[in-house]
């Protein structure tokens, strides 16, 4: 086999594995292309409102399992309407049972986006990174957990990042899904009890404003569990800094 066979043998072995990737981002564009995500928006909760309440009233198990469904799927596609329908969550089921949805159906598929990250993505970047990522990924894994938890409660960094960067770093699928669960309730809550409160608004013909959603006393909240899942970190570098001493 010539040099130019192998060549065209490892692009084509390379673009066998990256097919999950190119569906993820076809189906990412088509989405938008088609402007199906003008159909997500606060005016269409307030224009369906009482179409979807009045269906969870009568089919509360199928609507529930299809908003865990839709939510997946919005989150392995990595589609720009999971604030809308976090929303709709919360004033459909209610603060609390909203939020377990949310939780539910972000953890699986956000655990379906990393692991196709993870073997679409991550064997060939460790191959063309070489070593600099190996010793990120080292510094990463002594407190992966914490890591991740701080990652997830810190509402700076983009969900998608999030959800791909551990993919990467080689996280194992426990540590990630654990991470995922806990560490987006805050955040999930937040969005599903600003939600649960826009029946009433809605029902009075006032607007959705998400002004009210990252209040003050939530930031605190969020800040003060991403302090806490820091933690380990800190306590074993000053563990570290002693030993040396």
């Known amino acids: 086999m010539t040099e130019v066979e192998l060549e065209m043998q490892e692009k084509k072995s390379i673009h066998k594995r990256l097919l999950p990737v190119y569906l993820l981002i076809a189906v990412f564009i088509l989405f938008i292309a088609t402007g199906l995500h003008e159909h997500f928006t606060p005016e269409s909760l307030k224009e369906n409102h009482a179409t979807l309440t009045s269906f969870v009233q009568e089919n509360a198990l199928l609507a529930a399992l299809a908003f865990i469904i839709l939510y997946a799927l919005c989150t392995l596609f990595s589609l720009p309407i999971a604030t809308v329908i976090t929303l709709a969550g919360g004033f459909m089921f209610g603060a609390v049972l909203g939020t377990a949805y949310t939780v539910m159906g972000a953890t699986i598929g956000a655990t379906a986006l990393f ?58 699928v426990r540590n990630y899904v654990i991470a995922t669960f806990f560490g987006i309730i805050p955040g999930s809550a937040a969005y599903n009890y600003v939600g649960a409160g826009l029946g009433s608004i809605l029902e009075q013909g006032g607007e959705i404003s998400l002004e009210g959603v990252l209040t003050p006393e939530i930031l605190t909240g969020i800040i003060l569990l991403c302090g806490i899942a820091l933690l380990p970190v800190v306590y074993k570098k000053i563990k570290g800094t002693q030993a040396e001493d």
């Not at 510094?139 to 998608?160: D, Q």
Request: hydrophobic share 50%; proline share 7%; charged share 20%.
């Open 115 to 172: 692991l196709v990250a993870k073997t679409s993505l991550g064997e060939l970047l460790h191959e063309k990174a070489g070593p600099w990522l190996d010793k990120l990924e080292k510094g990463f894994h002594e407190n992966e957990l914490s890591y991740l938890f701080f990652l997830r409660l810190v509402p700076l960094f983009p969900f998608v990042a999030v959800n791909l960067a551990p993919a990467f770093l080689g996280v194992s």
